[in-house]
C-alpha cells in the first residue's frame, strides 16, 4: 500500500500507518558530513546532495517520520583542531558550527522538493534554527516534519555517532539508520582489505567480542543499553533507503 501523506498533511499519520506493512515508523538517519562531499574533496556535492533528499522525500512520502543527524567533516572535523593548533574543545564547537551549515543546506533543498522541515541545534542560533527540545522535536515529528538535529549535543568531546544514539533514543525511534559509504559492516575493511567479508546481522555482544567498528564506543553502548537497533547500509545506493524503510534487508543490522 502506497500513500503520499504530503498531499494529505491533516490526515492522522499513525491510523494510515497501521495499515502499512513497513516495519518502522519513526528512524533516525545518520549521515557523515564527509559523504555530503560526493566525489569533490570538501564542501557540499550538488549531486550527492540531492540524491539524499530525494531520498528522504520518497521515504516521507510512504508516512515515515525521520529525524536526521548530519556530520560536518566535509567542513571541518573537529577531532583534527589539535594538529593545526586548536584547542580541542574549541575545534569541537568548530565542528558542531560546521554540522550546522549541512543542515541548512538538506533543509533548504528538502522544503524546494515540498518536504516540511525543522532545523534543531544544540547550540542557540535563533536567526537560523530552533533550539533543541525534546518534546518539540516530538511534535514536529507527529506532524510529519523532518528534524534536522544540528550542533551535536552541544559539548566538546563528544561525537555526531553519540548525538545520533542519545536523540533516537530520546525521540523513541524504532532504529538507527547509519548511512555510509559501504553497504554494511566487514570483517576488516572493505575498501583496504580485500578478503574482508560483511555480516547480514551482528548482536551486540558480537561486535564487542570481535573488536567490529560501528560507531564509537560511547554511542554503541547507549544504543546496547536502550536496545536501539542499528542498521549500517549503503546510503549512496539510490533506492536503498526506501527498501530499508519496507523492510527488505540491506546493510548489516545489530541488535539484541
Known sequence: MYVNLLHFPKLNRSIIFANMSQPYKRVLLKLSGEALMGEDKYGISTQRIHQYTDEIKRAVECGLEIAIVIGG?????????EETGIERAQGDYMGMLATVINGMAIQSILENKGVQTRLMSSIEMKQICEPYIRRR????LEKGRVIILAAGIGDPYFTTDTTSALRGVELNVDILLKGTRVDGIYTADPEKDATATKFDSLSFDDVYSKGLKVMDMTAFTLCRENNLPIVVFDMNEAGNLLKLIKGEKIGTLVAS
Do not use: C, L
Open 73 to 81: 567533516g566535509n567542513i571541518y572535523r573537529g577531532m583534527n583542531a
Open 137 to 140: 522535536a516530538v511534535r514536529h
